[in-house]
């Protein structure tokens, strides 16, 4: 079964730097995309970052030059690198990849999320 598994969240001051990290496990084929979403409190899920297997990087405006996302691929991880973090950035982060298993194609899977909280 592939499941993906998010650590890094807690809570750090404003203006503080909180790493991310996904991996993902079971019988994986390829990972086409991986990349972070954020849920803020009574907001919808967004893209944060994302990640094609060819390393070409998408973020959101509200992250750009703050966040790094980063992929390896022999560890089927990906890793979100937060600095400058604003209050605003607090919600729920979650993992999302692309994944070909042995049977199926481009199956979109999700993590369980992971709580950030950023304080002013």
């Known amino acids: 079964q592939v499941q993906l598994v998010e650590s890094g969240g807690g809570l750090v001051q404003a203006g503080g730097s909180l790493g991310l990290s996904c991996v993902a496990t079971g019988t994986i084929n390829s990972i086409y995309n991986m990349g972070w979403y954020r849920q803020a409190p009574g907001k919808e899920r967004e893209l944060i970052a994302a990640m094609v297997t060819g390393g070409s990087a998408h973020y959101a405006d509200s992250v750009k030059g703050r966040f790094t996302i980063s992929r390896d691929n022999a560890k089927n991880a990906v890793y979100l690198e937060m600095t400058s973090l604003k209050s605003e950035d607090t919600g729920v982060y979650y993992c999302?990849?692309?994944?070909?298993?042995?049977?199926?194609?481009?199956?979109?899977?999700w993590g369980k999320g992971t709580l950030v909280t950023v304080s002013s």
């Open positions: 999302n990849a692309a994944i070909a298993t042995n049977s199926f194609f481009g199956m979109d899977y």
